[in-house]
């Protein structure tokens, strides 16, 4: 559909009561990405080429938000002042519309988890000759959702239930809300659309009765109920996470990633991870995390922002903040913590330590308790260590700092100044050792006790 032109409509005025959130509905995040973002990406993936977005509620910041996630790509925006129906949101847009498009894909920003596939199901029925595609979806109990009535295999009306007769009520075929209208009518059914209805408002699911009413066709295409999914409070919210996280699992593993317990493991809507990777139980994966093949990522392991080459070891217990690089084979084991920092080829801290702002060279070991002090209040500072030092248990690195390539830095140590290649530094005061003082002081301090 390369050679067909699309706008996508992106409606994301509602005000979303239900959350009981100052944030807008539509900026309430879905592993890690605002769902207004999940919707803008199965637009951009179902080859939508112009966007825009209508807004209201929270308009300012949802633009924000909006242009953040575009990147500089364009978009227009449209703000609907009052709140009068689905269809009077899409009649917001009408300048972006009257551009003429093939295709117009009508989308919620409230139903995070559309599958670019199935609008681009919807974008073929239009090139085969359809005027409208409604996206439906097969529901065991459909108690609250509107029917979608169809005669000799056309799509002739969207039925409210309250407005079903008893015969519509029995039908089980949904309506998923989203919508593709071929542009060349697109103005005129809308226009068409009224507000006769008890609340006053002007509904885009009206567009069908009168798109049939006039021989248009119509046509439902039939989504899995996932697609249709609308976010209106905190419960739906997990709801989405859950079921999101339970189709991404099924693509890690089947993609060659094993997961121990994968009910237990959270990715973001950016992880990447190699095949003949082993994920443990109870890992969390932050947005911006790159994971390469045949890495170990062991129980209770927290990422974000960073990247952990092939062979790696990570955990258990370990925590990557943004900026960590962990190379090919090292190894950051329990209880310890990388920030901003690059861990070369075969380099190892097995435990208990932090490693911030630093460069730690190629088959460095760091032994338990080491600190890189990279902070004095004011501002961040590095540290670099060459490839071969050995770091004692219990040192203290204060940068900026650089300590050789082949150094040797003792257990205790505080390091301030620079150590040269093959050095051993010592940085702590010489042992004193008094006889029978500390039974003095113990019996001092007791004498002092209440």
């Known amino acids: 559909m390369s050679d067909r032109s699309c706008l996508a409509i992106i409606l994301a005025a509602g005000e979303g009561t239900r959350m009981k959130s100052a944030l807008p509905k539509v900026l309430h995040k879905i592993a890690g990405l605002e769902m207004l973002g999940h919707v803008m990406q199965a637009a951009a993936q179902a080859g939508a080429q112009a966007l825009a977005l209508v807004v209201g509620h929270g308009a300012q910041m949802v633009r924000a938000t909006a242009e953040q996630l575009l990147g500089g790509r364009h978009a227009e925006f449209f703000v609907q002042e009052r709140q009068l129906g689905t269809a009077h949101a899409v009649r917001a847009a009408r300048a972006a519309i009257e551009r003429g498009y093939d295709d117009l894909l009508v989308l919620f920003a409230d139903t995070p988890l559309l599958d670019a596939r199935m609008l681009a199901s919807m974008r073929a029925a239009l090139a085969e000759g359809a005027d409208i595609a409604v996206m439906g979806f097969h529901a065991a109990d459909p108690t609250g959702y509107g029917r979608l009535v169809e005669r000799d295999g056309a799509l002739v009306a969207i039925r409210e239930e309250k407005d079903c007769s008893p015969e519509e009520r029995r039908i089980t075929y949904c309506n998923g809300g989203t919508m593709a209208i071929a542009g060349r009518h697109a103005l005129a059914l809308l226009d068409a659309i009224g507000n006769e209805n008890a609340k006053g408002e002007y509904y885009l699911t009206d567009i069908v009765q009168i798109a049939a009413a006039r021989g248009l066709t119509v046509r439902a295409v039939e989504a899995a109920f996932e697609n249709a999914l609308g976010v209106n409070n905190r419960a739906q919210l997990a709801e989405a996470e859950a079921m999101w996280q339970a189709r991404r699992r099924r693509e890690a593993m089947l993609s060659g ?168 530094a010592f940085g702590r005061a010489r042992q004193t050792t008094r006889e029978g003082r500390g039974k003095l002081l113990r019996d001092k301090l007791a004498a002092r006790k209440p």
């Open 257 to 424: 990633v094993t997961l121990i317990a994968p009910e237990t493991v959270f990715f973001s809507h950016d992880t990447q991870v190699g095949p003949d990777t082993v994920v443990e139980p109870h890992v969390w994966f932050g947005p911006g995390v790159k994971i390469g093949n045949d890495v170990r990522i062991r129980a209770f392991s927290h990422l974000e922002g960073a990247r952990v080459e092939s062979g790696a070891e990570i955990g258990p217990f370990a925590r990557l903040r943004p900026g960590a690089e962990i190379m090919e084979k090292a190894k950051i084991g329990n209880f310890c913590e990388v920030k901003k920092a690059r861990i070369e080829t075969g380099a190892k801290m097995p435990h208990l330590s932090y490693v911030g702002d630093a460069v730690v060279g190629a088959g460095v070991n760091i032994g338990a308790g080491t600190i890189t002090c990279n902070y004095d209040g004011f501002g961040k500072y590095v540290t670099e260590i060459g490839p071969g030092a050995f770091i004692g248990t219990n040192s203290s690195l204060v940068a900026p700092l650089r300590v050789g390539a082949g150094a040797y830095i003792a257990s205790g140590s505080v390091i301030t100044h620079d150590v040269p290649d093959d050095a051993l």
